[in-house]
């Protein structure tokens, strides 16, 4: 089983750091370090996250384009890559446009520019230290280049998707896909029909060898189910919120007020997140439960096809560590 942790920068990095030495131990496959707009930067903790661990993949998520330039994002992976040779990723994303709005910026032309991010990274990365030449729709290179060499693994390139566009571009030219937090089973089985379809666009129909596909699944787990319960509820409110989501609620039969989400999450109205996100949409979008509970749903989500399932632990910082070693236990005595 190949188990990944999302680490969404809320919490403080000596936790984070300590968390990815647990997962490291254990036989995580991936720690995935979010770019929540306003938190703990992605990049920079990833640095410590490699420096802490020796076998874990330390992936940045979702590096966006409208926040940054992708040389940007392009020299700093390729950066982490110098450092810990064949242990890193990049993940692109448009990012999530209710945090976007508060930045005044609004995502255009989001297929054209997710393309050109892809394409231009990965030509950057293949041009040694040559200056590349790139004109896009939403992105020029005029003889940009990364001044310094990289190891000779290649570094893969994510795309976080949700919409069907979104996920057949993930199989067309991406190395892998990281299906968003809120997936359903579901969903993930119509994503993959999806990113399917992409990839025998590729390489005259070839399909492309060594895609890989996570999802990110929020994950509470408590002694008690009502600690649980209470603790997914917050987290898929600020998720569920976010109005990229909507091919994932219509493909998993939700019927979500967003709006009053939205409402509820900001003005922090505890009892409203309980109300608006009832326990079968909890179940349907999460791990929630005791850690007796957790494999079995866990489980259902490989089931349903994904190959890496990234555990975003709620809680405190104290109450993710306490899960996440459960987690190690039981996957020691269940390899």
């Known amino acids: 089983m190949k188990l990944g942790i999302d680490l969404d920068g809320r919490i403080p990095i000596s936790d984070m750091v300590e968390m990815c030495r647990i997962a490291d131990a254990a036989g995580f496959h991936s720690v995935w370090a979010d770019q929540h707009l306003g938190y703990r930067d992605a990049v920079s903790t990833s640095i410590a996250f490699l420096g802490a661990t020796k076998h874990v993949q330390v992936v940045p998520t979702a590096l966006s384009p409208y926040v940054a330039h992708p040389l940007f994002w392009a020299m700093s992976v390729a950066t982490l890559a110098e450092y810990a040779p064949g242990r890193t990723a990049l993940c692109a994303g ?46 020029n290179l005029y003889g940009a280049h990364i001044d310094f060499d990289l190891p000779e693994a290649r570094i893969p390139i994510y795309l976080a998707a949700v919409g069907p566009k979104m996920c057949r571009l993930a199989g067309e030219a991406a190395d892998g896909v990281v ?61 569920l919120r976010n109005p990229a989501l909507k091919a994932s609620h219509e493909v998993s039969g939700a019927k979500l007020d967003l709006d009053a989400i939205n409402d509820a999450f900001v003005k922090e109205d505890r009892e409203a997140i309980r109300r608006l996100i009832p326990e079968e949409v909890v179940h349907a979008y999460s791990v929630t439960g005791t850690p007796e509970m957790a494999a079995d749903r866990i489980t259902e989500f490989i089931d349903a096809g994904l190959e890496v399932p990234v555990l975003a632990l709620r809680g405190t910082a104290e109450e993710r560590k306490k899960a996440l070693r459960l987690l190690a236990e039981g996957l020691a005595s269940n390899p």
Do not use: C
Not at 183 to 202: C, D, F, N, T
């Open 179 to 239: 299906l968003s937090a809120g997936v359903s089973a579901p969903y993930i089985q119509w994503a993959l029909e999806q990113i399917e379809k992409g990839r025998r666009k590729r390489d005259g129909g070839g399909g492309g060898n060594g895609f890989r596909v996570a999802g990110l699944i929020v994950t509470s787990i408590f002694e008690t189910y009502e600690e649980a319960l209470a603790a997914s509820q917050a987290g898929l409110a600020y998720l």
């Open 94 to 139: 448009t990012a999530n446009p209710n945090v976007m709005a508060e930045m005044g910026l609004s995502p255009k032309k989001p297929l054209a520019s997710m393309r050109e991010m892809i394409t231009a990274t990965r030509r950057l990365w293949d041009a040694g230290r040559q200056r590349v030449e790139f004109r896009g729709e939403t992105l």
